[in-house]
Structure formats: C-alpha cells, structure tokens
Nanobody
C-alpha cells in the first residue's frame, strides 16, 4: 500500500486548509485511515481517524469541532478539513492506514504511512 499526502502549506491563524491522502496498491478500499502530526521537538500524535466504510470517525480533543476527517471510497482518498487553525496546529501531518473489517474504527497500530505534509500556521 502506498499513501500520497498533499495539501499542506502556510496559512494565517484562523484560516483553513484541506489535506488529502490517496491510497493505492493492495486492496485500498479495505483501509481504515487516519491522520497524525508531529510538531518540532514533540512526539507524533493522533489527530483523527475514519473507518473503512467512512461511517465512523474519531478526533483528538484539541481538534474536535475544528477538523473534519472524511473518506471518498470511490477515490480511495481520505481528507482532513482543518478550520480555525491555530499556531499550535503547526506540524508535519502524516496519513496512516491499515486493512480492517468494514465497521472497525482503528486509531492505532497502523501498518502504512505516507510521507508527510507540512502545515505552518502563522500568528
């Protein structure tokens, strides 16, 4: 499985960005997917996840109400819509995936990782 993330960039505080991550390779339609981020000097942390079906989602507390994760199964792509961005959201964002059964919402132990895309939020 290969994951190709895109959409990062520089945005002012309060602005919005949408990240995309396209999956290819073995059975991409059977992937539960997620976003993680790693800020400078910090450990990588979970941001959001979506089930294989797209019907279930989970969010880290600090992004609830601001970020929305979604999945387009026809395109094997996961999105992260980020609104009301804050300087503390600045990080390299990584998409991750693992093969799951239809309704399982995976939030850890992912097998596949994308290359990361940098999001910088200026104050």
């Amino acid at each position: 499985v290969q994951l190709q993330a895109s959409g990062g960039g520089l945005v002012q505080a309060g602005g919005s960005l949408t990240l995309s991550c396209a999956a290819s390779g073995r059975s991409p339609s059977r992937l539960g997917m997620a976003w993680f981020r790693q800020a400078p000097g910090k450990e990588r942390e979970f941001v959001a996840a979506v089930s294989r079906s797209g019907g279930s989602t989970s969010y880290e507390d600090s992004v609830k109400g601001r970020f929305t994760v979604s999945k387009d199964n026809a395109k094997n792509t996961v999105y992260l819509q980020m609104n009301s961005l804050k300087p503390e959201d600045t990080a390299v964002y990584y998409c991750a995936a693992k093969h799951t059964i239809l309704t399982v919402l995976a939030t850890a132990d992912f097998d596949y990782w994308g290359q990361g895309t940098l999001v910088t939020v200026s104050s």
